[in-house]
């Protein structure tokens, strides 16, 4: 019997130490599903995180080029100096770290510190650092025979011309990425995809045999090339940069040039702007020192500092909506034209003023401009006349033309931040009294923005069209291949052909005679419409916004150019008209004749060949330009100081209509030297053109006859002497070939052999 019990628990004892047995075999087996099935990509990655070390290889961000394939971007290798502590050798890690330190413009405990985590063997000491430096570590890690000190190939941006179109191009951050602008918005296209290195290491972590190495070769970022030329941006900051000094803008100068065919924007600027290479640096000297006034580090500080930050990078072009004044006139009067609501025989009366329900808005000029009829009140910008053309119109016409016009929506540029401007609903414009129909025919009381005005204004005179203006004209694969290239894009007609030919029949008459007669340019049709607006925030004050539209050539309409000065220390006696064309005259000066439009003298411009050079010494650069305008001279500026230093040629010398005399603001470039060209035997008008564009004027001694070929017998000062710019060389006609067309007449009458 007590055998039988003794067997009966062996039983027992076996069939429970075989569920054991079974039960952890399942288990084991489940372990194993779960670490090779269930959790195995886990496993995987966490051994191949320590079998192998990856080392980041950096792609090259594209290059950003202008029209004509000018860098104003572009990456460049750079290295990250990178330690590994596990295989430093800790007991000279102090005197390293004081070498490495000088080299690297690091502290030697930033180093020591990093040095200090054994068990890693990557920690970066010095970013980004040049060819030069890399090299200078790795001269001093051979000499010293320092182990552990390593370099991971990386990319720095580099913008060739500095602050040369900054708020348009942005810039990019600490990691190479777009930050800001152009290359916040393409980002994509220009980076590229980082690569690695992957090595295996061996029980100790140290990297195993250089067979083990696996390379994924980084691929660079495509490029761009922009519709931005260079020369066209730098004629547009030169001026904006003087205007904002000789009138004191409180709150930046905006411009732009554009392409009124296609709506290619040629140049696009904010001034104050910064250095898109060390972008954090605050260049508007009050910012400075308002911060000065603060506690470094303090909340207060950081925010300040964070907003002026903000303020010196935002493109004002496409972001800041203003009142755009009398300049909206144009699309008033395009409107009206369109919906033959008023014809250019229409005539009008201002008194001075007109009364508007309970309102009494005020006409510019004190006392009115009387009995005027279309195209006097256009020239005279009259603000009468243009509330009852609005009236004429009705709102539900003029709303309509206004958002065709584009207006209250984005134009879509290809570029971040832009603002959609703002309108008065239908339901406002149709208001009974019509007070803010009045105000908007006028351009006060609604905001739009610099591109939107633009961009309209170049479908008032394009024939009609309103274009989608863009920035990026083509992109490129690393090899410099096109990917793709953008088309001009029509996004609707706003007006009929018939209308903008009279649209720029208007326009011409305000330069020529009317309130824009500040910005003509002898030998150049121009065409414009200026602004004064008042800005009616809360809280603003009595300030104004200037601006002014420049149209050129009025026969067949290329470009436009559109300033916008946001308040100017002037008082009240500020005007678009008295302080913007100028403006906008003088980047048209230098503008058209880079794109290759010659100066067409009407005959009694000719007639009166020569004037005498006004004394424009000591007064404001662009009041300087406009008072030899109006004389019939052209000019250029040299320098960015507030006033007139020296002017060559001096005061009441006798000049050629459409000479060029040169505006000194600043002493240092008046030491300028200009070699003579040696031009005797050349054709006179091959002769006047090397002479004017070395920065020389031109005086003609002889008769031009037509049919006759005439050649410079004789040049005075003699070629090669040396003069400043603006200084006149003389030269005497004879009728005679070109030394050219004397040789090829020679070469014609060589007998055959």
Known sequence: MQKSASASMRRRMGVILALFMVGGFCLLIWQLFKIQIIDGEWYQAQAFRQQTRSQNLGAKRGTIYDRNNNELARSASVWNVCISPAEINQETIGQVAKDLGEILNV?????????????????????????????????????????????????????????????????????????????????????????????????????????????????????????????????????????????????????????????????????????????????????????????????????????????????????????????????????????????????????????????????????????????????????????????????????????????????????????????????????????????????????????????????????????????????????????????????????????????????????????????????????????????LDPGAGDVHILSFVGIAPMDDPEIAVLVMLDEPNLGGNAYGSTIAAPVVGAILQETLPYLGFEPQYTAEQLEEREVNVPNVMYKKPHDAQAELTVAGLNTRIIGNGPMVLQQIPLPNQKMPKGSQVILYTEEANMEQEITVPDVVGMLSAEANKLVVNSGLNVQIRGVIKDGVSTVVGEQWPLPGTVQHPGDVVILTLVEGASAEERAADAQANIPMP
């Open 107 to 535: 502290t030697p405990e930033s180093i020591i510190e990093q040095a200090k985590d054994i068990k890693s063997f990557y920690k970066v000491i010095g970013r980004r650092v040049e060819r030069a430096t890399m090299e200078a570590v790795t001269q001093y890690i051979t000499e010293n025979k320092v182990s552990g000190v390593n370099f991971e190939q990386d990319a720095k941006r580099y913008y060739t011309y500095g602050s040369l179109a900054s708020s348009l191009l942005g810039f990019t951050n600490y990691d190479g990425n777009g930050a800001y602008g152009l290359e916040a918005y393409y980002d994509k296209t220009l980076s590229g995809t980082p690569g690695m290195v992957v090595s295996t290491k061996n029980a100790r972590g140290a990297d195993m045999h250089f067979k083990y190495q696996q390379m994924y070769e980084a691929q660079d970022g495509n490029s761009v090339v922009l519709t931005i030329d260079e020369a066209i941006q730098h004629f547009l900051e030169k001026n904006l940069e003087t205007a904002v000094i000789e009138h004191s803008i409180q709150n930046r100068a905006a411009g732009i040039v554009l392409n009124v065919k296609t709506g290619e924007i040629l140049a696009m600027a904010t001034k104050p702007d910064f250095d898109p290479n060390d972008p954090y640096t605050l260049q508007d000297p009050a910012a400075v020192e308002q911060l000065a006034k603060m506690v470094v580090g303090s909340q207060e500080y950081k925010d300040a500092q964070r907003q002026f930050q903000y303020d010196q990078w935002r493109n004002k072009a496409i972001s800041d909506p203003y009142e755009p004044g009398s300049v909206f006139k144009i699309v008033t009067a395009a409107t009206a034209l369109e919906n033959k609501k008023v014809t250019i025989n229409d005539h009008f009366y201002c008194s001075g003023s007109i009364k508007i329900a309970s309102e009494t808005i005020h006409c510019w000029q004190a006392g009115g401009h009387g009995d005027v009829n279309f195209i006097e009140g256009m020239q005279k910008s009259c603000n009468p006349v243009f509330i009852t053309i609005g009236q004429r119109t009705g709102a539900r016409l003029f709303y309509d033309s206004m958002q065709s016009f584009g207006f209250g929506e984005q134009t879509g540029v290809d570029l971040p931040g832009e603002a959609p401007g703002i309108l008065h609903g239908f339901d406002t414009l149709n208001k009974e009294g019509g007070v803010e129909l009045a105000s908007t025919s006028f351009g006060q009381t609604f905001k739009v923005t610099t591109i939107q005005l633009a961009s309209a204004a170049a479908a008032a005179v394009n024939g009609g069209n309103l274009m989608q203006p863009y920035i990026v004209k083509q992109v490129l694969d690393p090899d410099g291949n096109v990917i793709s290239t953008t088309q001009p894009t029509v996004r609707r007609q706003v007006i009929s052909e018939e209308t903008s030919a009279t649209m720029r029949m208007l326009v011409e008459a305000v330069v020529n005679g009317g309130s824009g007669r500040f910005s003509a340019i002898p030998g150049y049709q121009i065409g414009g419409k200026t602004g004064t607006s008042e800005k």
